[in-house]
């Protein structure tokens, strides 16, 4: 999936989804923040108890001259809230695609071990459920929290290096298992 059609979807969404701005929540991801990626999350009400997110994350550089971190990454969510929209419990499915440059790096919590002596390049992209937490803190402020499971697609180019290196491998790999994390800041308009 290329830059181009990602954009033709997020477009598509606001024209089916419209938009008023009492029913649109934005939200940063702090676990993202720690590991130094831009990201931004827009919500906005289907139903009386369903939502739609999309959540984008970016880092365009490396973390340093021996260690590549390079993605981009959306996510899109469509959100069930058995009680009240925007605030107590929620699940849904989740959908995700994106593609990734990494060299030297250990992914958190020993996800895909064996990362760290070789370079990878390529794209992803999968599904999965998730379910979490929102707590108001103000009128316009909330507090999330998700975890989510899912099968990743992931297509990946193997080279030598950590940083450069020859193509060693052209494989996929079947991922199944933490495939969503989020600890929110949320600003519902």
């Not at 934005?26 to 009386?48: C, H, Q």
């Not at 030297?104 to 992209?125: T, V």
């Not at 507090?143 to 996929?172: F, R, S």
Request: glycine share 10%; with cysteine; aromatic share 16%.
């Amino acid at each position: 999936m290329n830059r181009i059609a990602i954009s033709c979807i997020l477009c598509f969404s606001f024209i089916v989804f419209p938009l008023k701005a009492q029913n649109v929540a934005i939200s940063n991801n702090l676990l993202f923040d720690l590991d130094g990626m831009l990201n931004l999350g827009i919500e906005m009400p289907y139903s009386k108890k369903t939502s739609l997110e999309v959540e984008v994350s970016f880092r365009p550089w490396k973390r340093s001259e021996d260690e590549v971190h390079k993605h981009w990454l959306v996510q899109a969510q469509y959100r069930i809230w058995p009680c009240q929209i925007m605030n107590g419990f929620f699940f849904g499915p989740y959908a995700h695609a994106g593609e990734f440059n990494l060299g030297n790096h250990d992914l958190p919590f020993g996800l895909l071990k064996g990362l760290k002596p070789n370079r990878y390049e390529g794209w992803l992209a999968g599904a999965g459920i998730g379910a979490g937490y929102e707590y108001a803190l103000a009128r316009h402020w909330n507090l999330g929290a998700e975890l989510g499971v899912g099968y990743t697609y992931i297509d990946y180019k193997k080279y030598n290096c950590k940083v450069c290196g020859t193509l060693k491998e052209n494989d996929v790999y079947h991922y199944f298992g933490l495939s969503r994390m989020s600890l929110s800041i949320i600003y519902v308009f």
